[in-house]
């Protein structure tokens, strides 16, 4: 086999391999996140996970989830070798979109509110009517904050500490999560 094409295997398993690691860090993370949930409520895995498709949105969670992904695996790029600036800025430019993509969301659904707002007649008879459905919109523009923000401040952070390890004479991670 050509040394060119072995390269490029090499490097591409090497990028599947960081991929699935990021990918098994997501994971772990929504498992922690519904563990954490279910200890909190007492509700089924399942139930908890409705509630939040109800709450944020199929959109939001996808987004949210590719966003977190790619993070995840300039995280992992950059735990391997700490001086990967293009990796970091991606994977920091990622972690500021989970901000842009909740501050969106929250701008959305307070936008729906003011839209019910607007196009309902206001009445005694239809004034429950009109809170359930600002608070299901208020709901989204507040989830999505909340969920949001903090995750974007935490991939920063852990796509800046690992980073740091370059300066701090600490070798870097040449090598590291090669044997799996």
């Known amino acids: ?37 279910v200890w909190l409520t007492g509700d089924r895995p399942a139930d908890l ?12 969670i996808a987004g949210i989830a590719v966003l977190t992904l790619l993070a995840l695996v300039a995280a992992v790029r950059v735990w391997r070798n700490p001086e990967d600036r293009p990796w970091l800025a991606a994977g920091l430019q990622a972690a500021s979109g989970t901000a842009t993509l909740a501050l969106t969301f929250t701008l959305l659904g307070i936008g729906l509110g003011i839209a019910t707002l607007s196009e309902t007649r206001i009445a005694p008879d239809t004034v429950n009517a009109i809170i359930g459905t600002l608070t299901r919109r208020f709901a989204l523009a507040f989830s999505t904050t909340v969920v ?14 690992l980073a740091a390890r370059a300066g701090s004479g600490s070798g870097g991670g040449a090598g590291r999560g090669e044997g799996g």
């Open 49 to 60: 996970a409705a509630r939040g498709e109800r709450v944020l949105g199929p959109v939001f």
């Open 148 to 161: 949001g923000l903090p995750l974007a401040a935490v991939l920063r952070a852990v796509l800046l500490v």
């Open 1 to 37: 086999m050509p040394a060119a094409l072995s390269g490029r295997l090499r490097h591409g398993g090497r990028a599947l391999h960081d991929a699935s690691r990021a990918l098994a860090i997501l994971l772990a993370m929504v498992s922690l996140g519904l563990a954490v949930g």
